[in-house]
């Protein structure tokens, strides 16, 4: 070999390090040069990952060591036979798993990959597991659109999710995840992994497989997916309890229409089938229902996987509900919504009731399940109005303020912003007590800013209020959306003495055997409200009753409560107490239509009445419509 010359050597080493070679010092000791910014840059990121892959390692040994079984993926598998009791042990619903034919990919329509791809996740056949570049997307559109529109998840992921996991929100449960993603990412094509994916994943109403879902849906196999049904069960993927037709068809046919949008952005199909396809009328399955004690039922099978996972055995699970109530509960939205709804363009109601322990004893989401499977007491998220203002005076009452502390009642103009009153009148100095009760929305707009609106939120938090609140002065007005769910749990702290209650249906999971798999353990007392607090806002709810916006409300027994009206009548409810119960009512449309002269003291707190009523009598025949007179017994008994 021949022996290159030292310059020809310089300059070969100057070409592969990019800098001239070390020199020698007076000595013939070598000086090493200082590194440039480019090498440094190479440097340092080569000793991040190397100790990036050394901290890496013990990490995948203590997260992989228990992952699930994976030998069996190809086997079919899902939800078992659930069975649903009331609270005495009669059987209110039984869900089971259907499935279809295991389909191939390539007997996939096409218009179902290209709904999924566009729609769950566009750099599917580009990534290996794990989308960064559709993570941080996901990430910069929620923090732009103020909340959680997009997710992150690859399908490799939620393949991974579905298939082994539990749906605890955990970092051992991510972590795990995201191992499991790379396995399936190594071992199985990307055709193989949709595969599984479509033939696996849950599309509501007891449906695993988009055959299965074509069948349930649409009556007929997913072999022969138009382009419009192809985008709606895509769409249903976002969220199965909200988006099946045969939930809330209406929202289903809005969602496919966005999911056809994706297919047009991403260059799926053109503008114009695009258009075609949505005026398109598909024809969807009438499903079979059993009543409206399936609002409720619903509720609980969604709850079932989350506390026990995935079984494979029937489980038998029994609950807080108590069927004569359920029924009370639906007779009195119907008797009120058809004397009153037409004339006042009312065409929607919700009611809820529970203990002051939370137990719900009796669940309404609509008016007819079997025209809409939407619940509109646990998913939908409506503007309480003036109801929030519990929480305003909440505040102020744990800082010192009270019911005879007065204020002004006058014009207030915040950041561009006046609120007005209902009556469009001011009534000037007037106490805390009279302007809860009158519901004056200058007054708790003010001591709302006295307050600070921030402790309001804090209020409202601390009491179960979960879903995003805005920060502007309208907050006290409640202008940010809620669940009637949570409304009407955070009202029982006060009934409750002050102490946190937290709703719940489930009372004991059992498998066929009768092992427990679950039971619901209520905890000790957790005190949220001060015993000075809770007498002082007790004493204003009973106000509301006696003297304020909620006079319609009142019964023989004590009762406490507060009305809300949103702004257009779009919306209006009432939430109140008595009997050692906590009842929230809802009324509006689901268009959110404006109604005619609806407030929350008017048709939600005569449901309300309607209710109690007949719970105070036990009888489901005992209406208003009837002289309100309890029956005499026998001479003797």
């Known amino acids: 070999m021949t022996k290159k010359s030292p310059k020809k050597a310089k300059t070969r080493r100057q070409q592969l390090t990019g800098r001239k070679p070390s020199a020698k010092g007076a000595k013939g000791i070598k000086v090493k040069p200082e590194r440039g910014p480019v090498a440094k840059f190479f440097y340092w990121s080569a000793v991040a990952v190397i100790w990036g892959l050394i901290l890496l390692v013990p990490v995948v040994l203590y997260y992989g060591h228990d992952l699930p079984d994976i030998s069996d993926i190809k086997t079919d598998s899902g939800r078992s036979t659930i069975i649903v009791m009331d609270r005495d042990g009669e059987r209110l619903a039984t869900y089971g798993d259907v499935f279809g034919e295991w389909l191939t990919f390539e007997e996939f329509p096409v218009e179902v990959v290209q709904a999924v791809i566009a729609t769950e996740d566009r750099r599917f056949f580009e990534h290996s597991g794990l989308d960064l570049r559709g993570l941080a997307r996901a990430v910069v559109r929620n923090i732009v659109e103020k909340d959680l529109v997009e997710g992150g998840s690859t399908i ?349 249906g489930i009372v004991e999971i059992q498998n066929s055997r009768g092992q427990i798999l679950y039971r619901h353990m209520p905890g000790p007392p957790a005190p949220v409200l001060a015993p000075d607090v809770v007498a002082q806002m007790d004493e204003m709810l009973k106000t509301v009753v006696s003297e304020g916006t909620a006079r319609q409300a009142q019964m023989t027994f004590p009762v406490g409560g507060k009305t809300g009206t949103t702004q257009d009548n779009k919306d209006a409810v009432f939430i109140g107490y008595g009997l050692d119960m906590i009842n929230g009512v809802w009324v509006g449309n689901d268009d959110a239509t404006p109604m005619k002269s609806v407030t929350g003291g008017g048709m939600p707190a005569r449901i309300w009445k309607n209710f109690m009523y007949r719970v105070s009598l036990g009888r489901n025949d005992a209406t208003l419509e009837t002289p309100n007179v309890r029956p005499r017994e026998k001479p003797g008994q």
């Not at 069927?323 to 363009?345: D, P, W, Y």
């Open 156 to 504: 490799t992921q939620q393949l991974a999710k579905n298939l082994f996991l539990s749906a605890d929100r955990t970092l051992k449960r991510k972590i795990q995840e995201l191992l499991l993603s790379f396995w399936l990412e190594i071992n199985f094509t990307k055709d193989e992994i949709l595969t599984l994916y479509l033939n696996r994943v849950y599309f509501g109403s007891g449906a695993f497989g988009l055959d299965a879902a074509s069948r349930t849906i649409f009556g007929h196999t997913a072999r022969d997916l138009s382009l419009t049904e192809a985008a709606m069960l895509a769409g249903v993927l976002k969220g199965p309890a909200l988006y099946s037709p045969l939930r809330d068809t209406e929202r289903s046919y809005r969602r496919t229409e966005e999911v056809l949008d994706n297919m047009v952005e991403v260059g799926f199909i053109s503008a114009e089938t695009s258009d075609a396809a949505k005026r398109d009328n598909l024809y969807i399955v009438d499903p079979a229902t059993g009543g409206d004690v399936r609002y409720f039922t619903d509720w609980i099978a969604e709850q079932i996987p989350d506390l026990i996972g995935q079984t494979k055995e029937p489980v038998v699970v029994y609950t807080t509900l108590i069927q004569k109530m359920q029924n009370m509960a639906t007779g009195a939205i119907g008797q009120v919504l058809s004397r009153e709804g037409g004339k006042h363009n009312a065409g929607q109601a919700a009611l809820i009731s529970m203990d002051t322990d939370g137990a719900v004893r009796a669940l309404v989401g609509g008016r007819d399940y079997n025209q809409s499977q939407f619940n509109r007491a646990v998913q939908a998220r409506r503007q309480p109005g003036s109801a929030f203002k519990y929480f305003v005076y909440l505040a102020a009452l744990e800082q010192g303020a009270s019911p005879d502390m007065m204020m002004r009642d006058s014009p207030v103009i915040l950041q561009n912003w006046e609120p007005k009153n209902y009556t469009g009148e001011y009534l000037g100095r007037i106490d805390l007590k009279t302007a809860f009760a009158k519901s004056i929305n200058t007054v708790a707009v003010k001591l709302a800013e006295r307050t600070d609106r921030a402790n309001v939120t804090q209020m409202a938090r601390r009491l179960g209020i979960t879903t995003p609140m805005t920060s502007e002065p309208s907050l006290s007005l409640g202008t940010s959306e809620v669940s009637l769910m949570e409304l009407t749990a955070s009202y029982g702290a006060i009934p409750n003495q002050g102490n946190i209650v937290k709703p719940y």
